[in-house]
């Protein structure tokens, strides 16, 4: 499962962002998606993420200004980022995780990472 990701960039602080990321490929089913955040020189943490049902996790440092989303349909996750502060800067990377369709017709769990999209908070 390949995974494209979509609408980093440079904001003022107070500004927004919306990241995307979709999923393609053969045969998936997808669980739980997400998007983690990797600051210079920190390790890569969890901003929030999304289960089939719609259950949702975030960062407290990121509570009540991020909002995701999915769309199903689409095999797509969203990540609507608002008031955002000079310590968001990082690159966020999407992940997916789930079942695919074996050559031998069985389900296995996969998870994928997205390339990474940077997103830079400075006035």
């Known amino acids: 499962v390949q995974l494209q990701a979509s609408g980093g960039g440079l904001v003022q602080p107070g500004g927004s962002l919306r990241l995307s990321c979709a999923a393609s490929?053969?045969?998936?089913?997808?669980?739980?998606m997400g998007w983690y955040f990797q600051a210079s020189g920190k390790q890569r943490e969890l901003v929030a993420d999304?289960?089939?049902?719609?259950?949702?996790n975030f960062a407290d440092s990121v509570k009540g200004r991020f909002t995701i989303s999915r769309d199903n349909a689409k095999n797509t996750v969203y990540l609507q980022m608002n008031n955002l502060k000079p310590e968001d800067t990082a690159v966020y990377y999407c992940?997916?995780?789930?079942?695919?369709?074996?050559?031998?017709?069985?389900?296995?769990?996969?998870?994928?990472w997205g390339q990474g999209t940077q997103v830079t908070v400075s006035s």
């Open positions: 490929g053969d045969d998936f089913r997808i669980n739980t």
């Open positions: 992940h997916v995780d789930g079942l695919y369709l074996t050559k031998e017709a069985l389900w296995a769990v996969f998870g994928s």
């Open positions: 999304i289960s089939s049902e719609g259950s949702t």
